[in-house]
């Protein structure tokens, strides 16, 4: 909404542009000059972008119950991390604003790292620098089926789908467990 009220684009908007944005799949570069040419914004492509590094990672607050889960996680002696792909400067600060870096081991982030899931080398920098193995055994949680499951399945973890209300892309291998949000996540593996 900020994003809107800033450039003078009508609340009911906001339904497109998510589409347009293709759930953070489609590249920043395409997605500014859809939206750039749709509302006739003066800024160029790269202006939109280098403010949405800016100030996007201050405004994405930590999943509902993310924190508590984590927190709760690392307390039963879990060790945890973060595996994403995306910008190393916006995805390092998401997670220290959200608060989720306090409460992870380590994370890794593809464009700190070189390499992007569902690559198995991202899983190990993470798994590494939570001081264990990939062959230790695990999980991988999130919302991707192919870049957290399939990914998180390549490299030898179990995984938990976050649906969203989604179905389950027939032609992929099935993820060990599906669930609707992070805190139903939490509850599987803390049970």
């Not at 000059?33 to 914004?41: F, I, K, T």
């Not at 994405?60 to 400067?89: H, I, M």
Request: charged content about 25%; hydrophobic content about 40%.
């Amino acid at each position: 909404m900020e994003f809107c009220a800033e450039h003078g684009i009508p609340g009911e908007e906001v339904p497109w542009i998510e589409r347009a944005d293709g759930d953070g799949l489609v590249p920043k570069e395409d997605f500014f000059a859809q939206v750039r040419e749709r509302y006739g914004l003066k800024d160029s492509v790269a202006q939109l972008w280098s403010r949405y590094r800016e100030r996007h990672p201050a405004l994405v607050p930590a999943c509902a119950g993310a924190l508590e889960g984590l927190r709760s996680l690392r307390q039963a002696g879990w060790r945890t991390g973060v595996v994403s792909n995306g910008f190393a400067d916006v995805q390092c600060r998401t997670l220290t604003h959200s608060g989720v870096a306090e409460q992870v081991d380590a994370w890794a982030v593809s464009g700190a790292e070189g390499v992007r899931k569902p690559g198995r080398r991202l899983f190990e920098i993470a798994a590494r620098r939570c001081g264990a193995a990939l062959g230790d055994g695990g999980w991988m949680v999130g919302d991707s089926p192919m870049a957290d499951v399939v990914g998180g399945r390549g490299a030898g973890l179990r995984t938990v789908w976050i649906d969203r209300g989604r179905p389950w892309p027939a032609k992929l291998p099935a993820p060990d467990h599906s669930v609707g949000d992070v805190r139903e996540a939490f509850v599987l593996l803390s049970g």
